[in-house]
Each structure stands twice: as C-alpha cells, then as structure tokens.
C-alpha cells in the first residue's frame, strides 16, 4: 500500500469506495485547514466531504450526512508498514 490515501473513501462497508485496508491504518482528514473526525466518505479530485448530522438517522438506520464542499487533504494516522 502507498503512503497517499485514496482518492475517494468511504467508511460504508456497501459502498463501492470502501477500502478496509486503507481504513485500518487510519485516515485523517483536514478540510479547509481544520481537522474532521465525523466524515463518512470524501473526494479529493471533487472537493467534498460527507459528515454526519448530530445523531439523526435516516429511515434505513445510517446516519444523515450532508456534503461540504473545499479543500480536502487527507493523510494516514499510522506508518506504512514494511514488507
């Protein structure tokens, strides 16, 4: 695995950019030069992030999210781990 994040990340295990990899090593996001610990999914190359709302749920039981749109820099928590 590289030491760039992905492009786009998704925490929803039905999603179709859900990477548990990329996710047990630990993505940070700072959006707008503060850093986001709510986000469910982001997009560096669009410029959005999703965050959840409060503790809403919607009617299938996952959290209401709206999106956020600017600057997203996203990084790894933790090192790469060597082969």
């Known amino acids: 695995m590289s030491d760039v994040p992905p492009d786009r ?27 986001k610990t709510t986000v469910e999914e982001y997009c560096v190359s669009e410029g959005w992030i999703r965050v959840a709302v409060g503790r809403t749920l919607n009617r299938r039981g996952q959290p209401m999210t709206i999106k956020l749109k600017g600057v997203v820099e996203p990084y790894f928590r933790d090192v790469a781990p060597t082969a």
Do not use: C, Q, Y
């Open 9 to 35: 990340l998704s925490t929803d295990p039905k999603s179709p950019h859900f990477d548990e990899a990329a996710l047990a090593r630990g993505v940070g996001i700072r959006f707008d030069g503060a850093e």
